[in-house]
């Protein structure tokens, strides 16, 4: 097996939450092949952060709406991977003791989209931010709703960290909202504001959760429409039949004996023990031999 099927196997194979991780690891490749090939040829890369990154302005995000999805899945920087996929592992792990798969993706898209709308209002609505034009990458925000549904959801469960020995997960999840609110007056004030739209949604996630309702329903069965409607247009595969050579009348004759010889044994078999003592094998042979009478 080749390099690219290992890698399409494991996909196929994976968890969800190895799917995340490939999906940004991939996008991440791709996009940085693109943006090699573009400074190449010096072609203008502008319309590549437009086209993925969720812009601040209103006129580009009615034009590519699409990017309050996408940008959770965009990185430019190498550090910036690596730490979001090392976080989304740890604490992926720890989200999936408690809820399924489907629900880790539900909520990383989930906070993922609180974390970006918070952004944009906050763009468009506080005074520091006027006239001020900005991008906003990355899963951080995505990832910060699953930290915070970990610790709602057992605040006394503890991480080993290196330096530090075991920490409870409250206190990290506090932590890094602590961070980001005051980060928030930063050069990266979008990104941090956006980590706190992510930890609303993982608050209000498991909140909702207790109370019996479910808030990435919706974005579930709208996954589940896409992958049924790839699953749909794949063409049914190609039976091939061969043809066999006809039995001469000794062979047939010889067939014939050797089928009779085990229905009587089967018949046998029901006279002493009753019909519920044969195996599937002999009542599907016994059918079958019915049924050509």
């Not at 203008?44 to 699409?66: E, H, M, T, Y």
């Not at 190498?78 to 720890?94: A, P, R, S, V």
């Not at 974390?115 to 506080?126: E, N, V």
């Not at 047939?252 to 009779?260: G, L, T, W």
Request: overall charge positive; aromatic content about 14%.
């Amino acid at each position: 097996m080749g390099f690219k099927e290992e890698i399409i196997t494991s996909f196929k194979s994976g968890n969800t939450l190895t799917k995340l991780i490939y999906i940004n690891l991939g996008v991440f490749l791709i996009v940085g092949l693109v943006n090699v090939v573009l400074l190449l040829f010096n072609i203008n890369r502008g319309w590549i952060d437009q086209s993925l990154a969720l812009s601040s302005q209103f006129g580009v995000l009615i034009r590519n709406p699409w990017t309050l999805f996408t940008y959770m899945f965009l990185h430019y920087q190498f550090i910036h991977l690596i730490i979001n996929i090392l976080t989304l592992y740890w604490f992926g792990k720890i989200f999936l003791e408690y809820y399924s798969q489907r629900d880790l993706v539900g909520l990383y898209i989930f906070g993922g989209l609180l974390g970006g709308l918070l952004y944009f209002i906050a763009y468009a609505t506080l005074p520091l931010f006027q006239n001020q034009y900005a991008s906003l990458c990355g899963a951080s925000a995505a990832i910060m709703a699953i930290i915070v549904a970990c610790a709602y959801t057992d605040p006394e469960r503890s991480i080993r960290l290196v330096l530090f020995g075991n920490v409870k997960v409250k206190w990290l999840a506090v932590f890094a909202i602590v961070v980001s609110l005051l980060n928030v007056a930063s050069e990266n004030a979008g990104g941090n504001i956006s980590h706190l739209g992510g930890a609303l949604g993982g608050f209000f996630y498991v909140f909702a959760l207790r109370k019996g309702k479910n808030l990435t329903s919706g974005i579930n069965k709208a996954i589940d429409s896409i992958v049924n409607l790839f699953k749909r247009n794949k063409a049914p595969k190609m039976k091939v039949t061969y043809n066999q050579r006809p039995m001469t009348d000794q062979e047939y004759n010889y067939a014939k004996r050797q089928e009779s010889e085990q229905i009587d044994i089967i018949l046998d078999k029901i006279k002493k023990s009753g019909y519920d003592s044969l195996s599937k094998e002999e009542r599907d042979k016994l059918f079958t031999a019915s049924r050509r009478k």
